[in-house]
């Protein structure tokens, strides 16, 4: 039977949902203008003021919040609630120069924490359950997340963090912990790592990972539930909004239910700003109606995805986001055609590679050119030239017909590239360097 964290409002009908966005639009609307004097202005630049907001179908007249402003208004200018009223803060790496500072008040933890434990229940966690959180802890918001809802669903929590991935293996032997959450990547070299101890799928005792913050593909879901004998579920998040949680997993694994009580999703055309229909591929732009220290409104993400409403076998009603593509700022423009990492990740897993690869784009003469370096697996590893340059042929073509544009192969000897414990550095684009 399927299980739910807070049945009441996973499961409510649609215009229930609409009612309680609209009437947490309005107030939340209304308290951003009271107290965040950068969004009042770009509110009254666009001139909308609070009273032309009635309900959910006038989201459309509020103004954009981008990474931009984030920036701009770095660090204090985006405060929603008095400083004393806020109790912790995390941040993003800034690898790209763009470190996000969030805030949150106590009430903003608790329901970020719900979300989360949404999430570990639709993936089947009960009090029985042990979960091991290995993303990491600290500014990063994966491991605080998961290990709040962790704790509200009752699990008896291991707070490793990522890394050392001998102990991980150690603790997930030794207590028989059943849940991991960590990144795609990060859960492959587990069981690369596995795989190398001599452990079959039926020795590991854990049944289901929460695996999120990086793009992934439904080929390497098939290929870590397979390896380490779980059930793999998606889960979104970002900073900007608390972190993980904003969207969960559940049993039918094909799409992530958006939290749409918190949280309203529309999609746009990342050129124009026109939102679009309901199925569209485009940007997703979410406006948090519960957040007091950090009020999002119409956040654009630049990740790239699709929106579904429709009966879902969980019986959850929330819309659901398709696993996103990746963000448009890591999608790679190559002579012109636009190429995302997850569609390379795909031919790669297709033809029996693991999720050990890198991209590198460069450019001379004017061309840009795109190599796809990738590991064989022991079991493929040979230094028959001829085999060798069999397989790259195979894989070249079968990238032409996925990307439309020719890419050159290299296979490299297994454990030539990097494992991550995190998020995966994918792509090395010299063209920027
Ligand atoms: O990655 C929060 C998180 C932690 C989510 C743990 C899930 C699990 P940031 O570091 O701010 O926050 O990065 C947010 O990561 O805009 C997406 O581009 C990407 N991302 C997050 N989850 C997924 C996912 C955390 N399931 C950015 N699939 C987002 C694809 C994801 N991309």
């Known amino acids: 039977m399927e299980q739910y964290y807070q049945k009441e409002i996973e499961t409510a009908s649609v215009d229930e949902l609409r009612r309680i966005q609209s009437e947490k639009l309005v107030k939340q609307v209304k308290r951003v203008w009271d107290n965040v004097p950068y969004y009042r202005k770009k509110m009254e630049e ?68 719900d979300c989360c434990a949404r999430a570990i229940v639709a993936a089947g966690g009960t009090n029985e359950d042990i979960c091991q959180v290995a993303y990491g802890f ?91 004998g779980i059930k793999a579920y998606d889960i979104y998040g970002l900073t900007e909004l608390s972190g993980p949680g904003v969207a969960y997993e559940c049993s039918a694994q094909d799409g992530m239910h958006i939290n749409e009580d918190h949280f309203i999703a529309e999609i746009i055309d990342p050129d124009t700003e026109e939102v679009l229909p309901e199925g569209s591929q485009g940007e997703l732009v979410f406006t948090a109606v519960d957040k007091e220290a950090f009020p999002m409104i119409r956040y654009r ?11 879902c076998s969980c019986g959850r009603t929330f819309i659901k986001m398709a696993k996103p593509m990746g963000r448009s700022d890591d999608m790679l423009i190559v002579r012109g055609v636009n190429v995302f990492p997850s569609q390379i990740e795909t031919v790669l897993l297709n033809n029996g590679y693991a999720a050990n690869y890198q991209i590198v784009v460069d450019r001379q003469n004017n061309t840009d050119s795109l190599d796809v370096q990738v590991e064989m697996t022991p079991e493929m590893f040979t230094d028959n030239v001829g085999e060798i340059e069999e397989r790259q042929k195979k894989l070249a073509t079968d990238m032409h017909s996925m990307l439309g544009i020719k890419v050159r192969i290299s296979l490299l000897a297994p454990k030539s590239i990097a494992r991550s414990e995190g998020k995966a550095v994918r792509v090395i684009d010299k063209r920027k360097i």
């Open 138 to 228: 600290g500014l990063f918001t994966g491991g605080a997340g998961l290990n709040g809802g962790s704790h509200k669903v009752g699990c008896l929590t291991v707070p490793i963090s990522s890394g050392n991935t001998d102990r991980q293996m150690m603790f997930i032997q030794d207590l028989g912990a059943t849940i991991i959450c960590c990144t795609p990547s990060y859960a492959a070299y587990i069981s690369e790592r596995y795989k190398e101890e001599g452990y079959a799928p039926e020795d590991i005792p854990l049944k289901a990972g929460i695996f999120g913050a990086e793009a992934w593909s439904e080929e390497m879901r098939q290929e870590i539930e397979s390896s380490l």
């Open 46 to 113: 666009k001139g909308v003021t609070p009273d032309d907001i009635k309900s959910v179908d006038d989201l459309h007249k509020l103004p954009f919040l981008s990474k931009k402003d984030l920036r701009d208004a770095y660090p204090t200018g985006l405060l929603g609630a008095p400083m004393k009223d806020c109790v912790r803060i995390h941040s993003t790496s800034g690898t790209t120069g763009k470190r996000v500072v969030a805030f949150y008040t106590q009430h903003d933890i608790d329901l970020w924490e």
């Open 301 to 311: 993400t630049r990740d790239i995805c699709k929106l579904t409403r429709g009966k």
